[in-house]
């Protein structure tokens, strides 16, 4: 990359005042939420609402496993009960590719449909809001690609997550696979956002553990990307904090008990919350590395954010310290009265921890040394060009943090990831400063 035969430290600064400047942009940018229908009985609740908006066909947008358990029998019978026609599209598989969406669209314009209702997970909301927008605006996927390319409103879009992950529901983006190019194609335009969304707990109580747990992760990785980012504001701080208590109280219970209800639904609050505060800040690294081990590998975007967490929070964490200590202080590991360095690496252990005990791999089984330069290639282009990180890497750097995922026996005898996390001991006479310093960051 060009950008790294600049030095780093005035390679990092320019990116960081140009990604500061551009948030002093987009926070103007008006983002709507949605209504937001919450608890036990909210999908059907909202399907009692569609059919009060006096639309004529729904188009139903949901994967076959879903439509198999049954698990949109109360949207469906609220449709019929208010009189709407419906036509239910549960072809949708994760990382829904760009084929697979064109499919939407025909038999979205084939059944006359005037409406939208997604039920599902992050890949069948994302697939529906890029249904949407292409049969607004009919051009190829691709050339939807990036920021406000829809002339035309997409058509009218409920959403009821089926997991508490991406935060899919309340977000600007839609994000589908484009096999051709191995890689993600992202659609951004704030009439994304559904028009309302059901957090229902019941509809999911039936997911695995594993699932559970890459997308409470996913959720977490939002979160802590938000508020860490050089986008964080005031509102989206306390969004993200928010987020981060209610998982860490509430994910290792849904990962062993999937059918406590309660904290069901305090993870689909925290889903939303934190989809809500990356929508205004965004994200960082893990995304953009996460991006790339799907478009690459179909590697499931909540695992793959899962993965690399911990590594790029610890190359992160010097530029960083003060933030997480308060998110360690949010996730109940530390208390005010602590070290902000300490704070800090107690947040960092807390993720792994938590990390190991909802069994997220330390590996990720399709990565090989040999695509290694090219997916850090991609992952610094998208950080540098979209994401206000707040420590920049470079192209050997992100090499380096990709590498330490190798699967064992695939890893090469070369430098371990950067880590830089252990703060070194303050010298005595920085003991007050540092204790001052504490005490502001901990209010």
């Not at 950008?3 to 926070?27: E, F, H, N, Q």
């Not at 889903?271 to 800040?281: E, K, N």
């Not at 290639?377 to 060009?385: G, K, L, N, W, Y």
């Given at each position: 990359m060009i950008l790294d035969l600049i030095p780093s430290s005035t390679r990092a600064a320019g990116l960081g005042a140009l990604m500061k400047g551009a948030g002093k942009v987009t926070r103007y940018i008006p983002i709507p939420q949605p209504t937001l229908l919450v608890g036990p009985g909210s999908a059907a609740r909202?399907?009692?609402?569609?059919?009060?908006?006096?639309?004529e066909k729904v188009f139903v947008v949901t994967d076959g496993v879903l439509a198999k358990l049954g698990l949109l029998r109360s949207i469906t019978e609220a449709l019929t009960a208010g009189g709407v026609d419906f036509f239910v599209f549960d072809e949708i598989t994760p990382d829904a590719p760009i084929p697979l969406i064109e499919r939407g669209i025909a038999t979205f314009k084939e059944h006359g449909c005037d409406a939208i209702v997604a039920v599902g997970?992050?890949?069948?909301?994302?697939?529906?809001?890029?249904?949407?927008?292409?049969?607004?605006?009919?051009?190829?996927?691709?050339?939807?690609?990036?920021?406000?390319?829809?002339?035309?409103s997409p058509i009218t879009l409920y959403a009821v997550p089926t997991t508490a992950g991406t935060g899919s529901e309340v977000t600007v983006a839609a994000v589908v696979s484009d096999p051709e190019q191995e890689d993600k194609v992202v659609i951004v335009d704030p009439r994304l956002v559904p028009r309302m969304a059901a957090l229902d707990p019941t509809l999911m109580t039936g997911l695995p553990p594993a699932v559970t747990a890459a997308t409470g992760i996913d959720a977490l990785t939002h979160a802590v990307e938000a508020y860490i980012g050089n986008w964080a504001t005031e509102y989206t701080d306390g969004l993200a904090l928010t987020a981060v208590g209610l998982i860490f109280d509430n994910l290792r219970t849904c990962y062993r008990d999937g059918r406590n209800l309660a904290a069901r639904e305090k993870m689909a609050l925290a889903s939303t919350y934190a989809g809500m505060a990356f929508t205004r800040a965004n994200v960082?690294?893990?995304?953009?590395?996460?991006?790339?081990?799907?478009?690459?590998?179909?590697?499931?975007?909540?695992l793959a954010n899962a993965i690399m967490l911990p590594l790029v929070l610890r190359y992160s964490a010097p530029a960083v310290m003060d933030k997480l200590a308060q998110l360690a202080i949010r996730a109940k590991l530390g208390g005010p009265g602590e070290r902000t360095e300490v704070l800090a690496e107690k947040f960092l252990e807390g993720v792994e921890k938590l990390n190991a005990d909802l069994g997220i791999p330390t590996h990720l089984a399709a990565l090989r040394e040999e695509d290694i330069p090219a997916l850090a290639r991609a992952a610094c282009h998208e950080a540098h060009v979209?994401?206000?990180?707040?420590?920049?890497?470079?192209?050997?750097?992100?090499?380096?943090?990709?590498?330490?995922?190798?699967?064992?026996?695939?890893?090469?005898?070369?430098?371990?990831?950067?880590?830089?996390a252990k703060a070194p001991p303050k010298k005595p006479a920085?003991?007050?400063?540092?204790?001052?310093?504490?005490?502001?960051a901990a209010r």
């Amino acid at each position: 990359m060009i950008l790294d035969l600049i030095p780093s430290s005035t390679r990092a600064a320019g990116l960081g005042a140009l990604m500061k400047g551009a948030g002093k942009v987009t926070r103007y940018i008006p983002i709507p939420q949605p209504t937001l229908l919450v608890g036990p009985g909210s999908a059907a609740r909202l399907g009692e609402a569609v059919a009060a908006f006096g639309h004529e066909k729904v188009f139903v947008v949901t994967d076959g496993v879903l439509a198999k358990l049954g698990l949109l029998r109360s949207i469906t019978e609220a449709l019929t009960a208010g009189g709407v026609d419906f036509f239910v599209f549960d072809e949708i598989t994760p990382d829904a590719p760009i084929p697979l969406i064109e499919r939407g669209i025909a038999t979205f314009k084939e059944h006359g449909c005037d409406a939208i209702v997604a039920v599902g997970g992050g890949s069948s909301i994302d697939s529906a809001k890029a249904i949407a927008m292409a049969v607004a605006n009919p051009k190829p996927i691709r050339s939807l690609a990036g920021y406000f390319k829809g002339r035309r409103s997409p058509i009218t879009l409920y959403a009821v997550p089926t997991t508490a992950g991406t935060g899919s529901e309340v977000t600007v983006a839609a994000v589908v696979s484009d096999p051709e190019q191995e890689d993600k194609v992202v659609i951004v335009d704030p009439r994304l956002v559904p028009r309302m969304a059901a957090l229902d707990p019941t509809l999911m109580t039936g997911l695995p553990p594993a699932v559970t747990a890459a997308t409470g992760i996913d959720a977490l990785t939002h979160a802590v990307e938000a508020y860490i980012g050089n986008w964080a504001t005031e509102y989206t701080d306390g969004l993200a904090l928010t987020a981060v208590g209610l998982i860490f109280d509430n994910l290792r219970t849904c990962y062993r008990d999937g059918r406590n209800l309660a904290a069901r639904e305090k993870m689909a609050l925290a889903s939303t919350y934190a989809g809500m505060a990356f929508t205004r800040a965004n994200v960082g690294y893990v995304h953009a590395i996460a991006h790339q081990f799907g478009g690459k590998y179909h590697t499931p975007h909540g695992l793959a954010n899962a993965i690399m967490l911990p590594l790029v929070l610890r190359y992160s964490a010097p530029a960083v310290m003060d933030k997480l200590a308060q998110l360690a202080i949010r996730a109940k590991l530390g208390g005010p009265g602590e070290r902000t360095e300490v704070l800090a690496e107690k947040f960092l252990e807390g993720v792994e921890k938590l990390n190991a005990d909802l069994g997220i791999p330390t590996h990720l089984a399709a990565l090989r040394e040999e695509d290694i330069p090219a997916l850090a290639r991609a992952a610094c282009h998208e950080a540098h060009v979209g994401y206000p990180v707040p420590r920049y890497m470079t192209q050997e750097i992100c090499e380096q943090i990709i590498r330490a995922v190798l699967p064992p026996g695939d890893a090469s005898p070369m430098a371990p990831a950067p880590t830089a996390a252990k703060a070194p001991p303050k010298k005595p006479a920085a003991k007050k400063a540092a204790a001052k310093k504490t005490s502001r960051a901990a209010r």
